[in-house]
């Protein structure tokens, strides 16, 4: 069941939402290279609990870290190690915070000092795909609209959609249904409701949409090696559109 939040619990998510963006803001100074995911990580975890919240990833499921960071191929759910950044690499930061019960969700790919034409126009067209899936959202809406509005714009600009991994809804838990997938037909799905809060994240590839686990169990990379961007905002259905709880 789709949960309709209600008005203390969309507060709350506010309030989750704004940690998560402001931790977002605040890491992105230190990505340069030479620098540690383990440390970025360890900058997450300080920012988040001096904001009176607790990372929303660690210990989920078993994750070890408060954030995922993804570098170059690995799409999603990249553990924080002692590997650093090097000039040219790009990294997915996925940040979640929780503040009194509710969660903040928010991805973004970052770049690592100067990297190739190639690797720009992926992070500037998987940002860009999901301001259009957002577009789709409103009271009425279907969730297939919005998986049709990121699969179109990604296709028209050749890039692989990866479709084992979802978008999903954000409340007291950091997963909750629906599944929001971004690929799909519009007018299909369950239907959008004014209160409703969802997670947008197109994971999109320069190559194949083929993905592969890695050993560790967590690390989800290409099949053919080539980078990944991913992009996410939690957003609340409103009666005309959508209001972003995770802004940066």
Excluded: Q
């Excluded at 970052?110 to 301001?131: F, H, N, Q, R």
């Excluded at 577009?135 to 049709?148: P, Q, T, V």
């Excluded at 967590?218 to 957003?235: L, M, N, Q, R, Y």
């Excluded at 409103?238 to 995770?246: A, H, M, Q, R, V």
């Amino acid at each position: 069941m789709i949960s309709i939040k209600t008005k203390r619990e969309i507060e709350l998510l506010r309030k989750a939402g704004e940690i998560t963006g402001k931790t977002h803001r605040y890491l992105e100074k230190f990505i340069k290279p030479g620098i540690t995911t383990k440390e970025l990580d360890k900058l997450a975890y300080d920012f988040i609990i001096k904001e009176n919240a607790t990372p929303s990833f660690l210990h989920y499921d078993g994750f070890p870290a408060s954030i995922c960071t993804s570098i170059n191929d690995e799409v999603v759910h990249g553990i924080p190690s002692n590997r650093k950044l090097k000039e040219g690499d790009i990294i997915s930061l996925d940040i979640g915070a929780c503040y009194k019960g509710y969660h903040g969700d928010s991805a973004w790919t970052y770049p690592v000092g100067k990297i190739s034409d190639e690797k720009k126009a992926l992070l500037e067209y998987t940002e860009k795909s999901l301001y259009e899936g957002l577009s789709a959202i409103h009271n009425g809406a279907h969730i297939g609209d919005i998986g049709e509005k990121v699969e179109t714009y990604a296709k028209k600009h050749h890039l692989g959609v990866v479709r084992e991994l979802v978008g999903h809804g954000v409340g007291s838990n950091v997963h909750e249904m629906p599944d929001v997938p971004n690929y799909g037909k519009a007018n299909t799905g369950p239907l959008l409701k004014e209160g409703m809060v969802i997670a947008v994240e197109p994971m999109l590839n320069l190559g194949t949409e083929e993905i592969s686990i890695l050993d560790d169990g967590w690390t989800i990379v290409t099949d053919d090696g080539k980078p990944s961007a991913h992009f996410e905002h939690t957003v609340l259905v409103t009666k005309d559109g959508y209001e972003i709880l995770t802004k940066r």
